[in-house]
């Protein structure tokens, strides 16, 4: 954004100054000058190594019983950028300006591999027997079970305020395999 000096009448009395920045540079008034569109932000955002959600499964071993609760929980693995981390873009994407992007999670789907879904929600889920993201499967089989997340973000140039940034970003987590199966009890007679 840019502010210029006046006199009484209205009249300007000195030069457009640059004083902060602004999402709609192409409206602020003076000569043309660099400049970070919110086009270049969205591209960025777009480009973000976003971190692919994990899944914990409890019981452990990702083997469960028909009628028992599953329990899952997301987590974040080392690589990308998981919600809360800083991606700093190229200054040279960005008319030399440091410019970072920092997703933050907008909100997770549980894909339980047998048809049905939970989500969208933010609940990262849990370990028993606090855990509220969990699926009783009604019959045995092998599953494939994963979270996908859709990431919102925020952007700021040169230290400045944290702005949001319009859309978001889905990411499909990596499949794992679950094994359900059916117990059956026996009497034993000594």
Known sequence: MF?????????????????????FPEDAPGPVRPRVTMAMVLAAFHDTD????????????????????????????????QPGEIDEVDPARMAGFRVEIRPRVKSITYDYGDGSTSGATTSLGGPYPEGDIT???????DFTVRADVTYSGQFRVNGGQWIDIPGDVTIRGPAENLTVKTAHARLVSH
Not at 4 to 16: E, F, L
Not at 52 to 80: A, E
Request: proline share 10%; glycine share 10%; aromatic share 14%.
């Open 135 to 141: 699926r009783t499967y009604t019959r045995a089989g």
């Open 3 to 23: 502010r210029r000096t006046v006199n009484a009448a209205g009249a300007p009395t000195g030069p457009w100054v640059q004083y902060g920045i602004t999402c």
């Open 50 to 81: 976003f971190a692919k959600p994990t899944l914990d499964v409890q019981p452990r071993g990702n083997v469960t019983l028909v009628t028992l609760p599953t329990y899952f929980q997301t987590s974040w693995p080392q690589s990308g950028y």
